[in-house]
């Protein structure tokens, strides 16, 4: 997979993560503008965090047990006021579309490392998938192959074997399905495909 396509995905992604914060920032213009209070409980809530972080910053012997309660207190009364207007308690988060990754395409991991997102891994495999022409594989797959378009004639003259093209593709397809069949067997050998393009 080319730089350039996961540049283009990661762009597509940012846009994705964007407009999910754009969305959020509408909504809680609206609801603050219905129900002042939650601004309020949101100002203070920052506040507090910021307090918090200095303190630790500063090594304060300050407790901290106090304001995670003052927090706790805060944070259930803005439960409490959206689940009065029937607001589900995320509708002051952004909507994202991975919740794993926040539309960032990464994952952080417990030792500060990020690694690439399931969805955005599949998101490089879909376009794999499509590029590779295996899309249409209901339709072209080993039950719809039909060996019959190939001859039956024997001529080592004009093909290089001593058996006809028809019993060639038929051990080709054979092959081709053991290897499917035994493709986790380290023992089983690679296929190797060479010639020019639309050659049978």
Do not use: W
Request: glycine share 2%.
């Amino acid at each position: 997979m080319s730089n350039e396509i996961l540049n283009l995905l990661l762009k597509e992604y940012e846009q994705k993560k964007l407009k999910a914060e754009m969305d959020l920032t509408l909504r809680k213009k609206e609801l603050y503008k219905e129900v002042p209070r939650l601004q309020e409980i949101e100002d203070e809530l920052n506040e507090y965090a910021i307090y918090t972080a200095k303190n630790i910053l500063n090594n304060s012997s300050y407790s901290l047990n106090p304001l995670t309660q003052k927090i706790e207190t805060l944070r259930c009364e803005k439960n409490k006021i959206l689940h009065n207007l029937n607001l589900d308690t995320n509708y002051l988060k952004p909507y994202y579309q991975c919740m794993k990754c926040n539309d960032t395409g990464y994952i952080r991991l417990d030792n500060y490392k990020t690694e690439m997102c399931p969805c955005l891994k599949q998101k490089l495999l879909d376009i794999s998938f499509n590029k590779s022409n295996m899309s249409n594989l209901n339709k072209e797959n080993f039950s719809t192959f039909n060996e019959n378009v190939f001859s039956d004639e024997v001529d080592i003259s004009r093909y290089g074997f001593n058996i006809s093209p028809r019993s060639n593709i038929k051990n080709i397809k054979n092959k081709c399905i053991y290897f499917i069949e035994n493709f986790d067997n380290p023992e089983c050998k690679n296929l190797l495909f060479s010639g020019n393009t639309g050659l049978r």
